[in-house]
């Protein structure tokens, strides 16, 4: 069983940054590609980043690219998300995930591609 544990969330004025980190329970994460999604009070959860098992290549939803970039450490069996210029469009639950199927080349953008899931973390961004 793959255990997901994400970290970083809080409270931040907007315009401000914060790091999330996920955590994977197993050395063999390293071989998946990893995703950052997000969900808002009253809407379903939508896709926000998402990054190759060898970090080469990272996809993002629209309304954070320039402002969001996820990394990864596969020594530390880690994911990152920095989010600078945060709004409060970004209030949202965040959570980690991982692919379902190893060694893709790319980071699927949808739910069902995932099978191992974080409890999430709250990020709050104030006007």
């Known amino acids: 069983q793959v255990q997901l544990v994400e970290s970083g969330g809080g409270l931040v004025q907007a315009g401000g940054s914060l790091r999330l980190s996920c955590a994977a329970s197993?050395?063999?994460?390293?071989?998946?590609?990893m995703g950052w999604f997000r969900q808002a009070p009253g809407k379903e959860r939508e896709f926000v980043a998402g990054?190759?098992?060898?970090?080469?290549?990272?996809y993002y939803v629209d309304s954070v690219k320039g402002r969001f970039t996820i990394s990864r450490d596969n020594a530390k069996n880690t994911v990152y998300l920095q989010m600078n210029s945060l709004k409060p469009e970004d209030t949202a639950v965040y959570y980690c995930a991982r692919d379902r199927y190893s060694l893709r080349l790319t980071a699927p953008r949808g739910e069902s591609e995932y099978d191992y899931w974080g409890q999430g973390t709250q990020v709050t961004v104030s006007s």
């Open positions: 197993q050395r063999t994460s390293s071989t998946y590609a």
């Open positions: 990054i190759s098992w060898s970090g080469s290549n990272t």
